[in-house]
C-alpha cells in the first residue's frame, strides 16, 4: 500500500498562483510515475501533468505553460506549481503514482479560484 497525502490547495484569486504537494510515504517513491488529475464539479477528471521517475514531463494542453510539475526524491515529494489561476482551473486536485498495474490515489486537495 502507497500513502499519497496532498496539501496547498485552497483560496486564490484570479491570476494568482499556488503550489500544490505530495508527499508519498514510502521510500520507492523516486523510480515510479507520478502525475496529477483535477476533477471540477459536473465533468470528467483530466490528467493535467506527469512526471517520469527520470524526471521527463508532459502536461494537458489546458495547463501548459501555466503549471510545473516537479519532484523531489530525496523528499518523497512531487509538487505541482501553478501561475495565472482562473476559475476555470477551481477543481479537486489529486496526485497518484502507478506502481505495475496498481494506481495509488492522494485524498485530494481543493483549489478555487475566484475574486
Known amino acids: 500500500q502507497v500513502q499519497l497525502v496532498e496539501s496547498g490547495g485552497g483560496l486564490v484569486q484570479p491570476g494568482g498562483s499556488l503550489r500544490l504537494s505530495c508527499a508519498a510515504a514510502?521510500?520507492?517513491?523516486?523510480?515510479?510515475?507520478m502525475g496529477w488529475y483535477r476533477q471540477a464539479p459536473g465533468k470528467q477528471r483530466e490528467l493535467i501533468a506527469t512526471?517520469?521517475?527520470?524526471?521527463?514531463?508532459s502536461y494537458a494542453d489546458s495547463v501548459k505553460g501555466r503549471f510545473t510539475i516537479s519532484r523531489d526524491n530525496a523528499k518523497n515529494t512531487v509538487y505541482l506549481q501553478m501561475y495565472s489561476l482562473t476559475p476555470e482551473d477551481t477543481a479537486v486536485y489529486s496526485c497518484?503514482?502507478?506502481?505495475?498495474?496498481?494506481?495509488?490515489w492522494g485524498q485530494g486537495t481543493q483549489v478555487t479560484v475566484s475574486s
Open positions: 514510502r521510500a520507492i517513491f523516486s523510480i515510479y510515475p
Open positions: 512526471i517520469a521517475s527520470v524526471g521527463s514531463t
Open positions: 497518484y503514482t502507478k506502481i505495475g498495474l496498481v494506481t495509488y
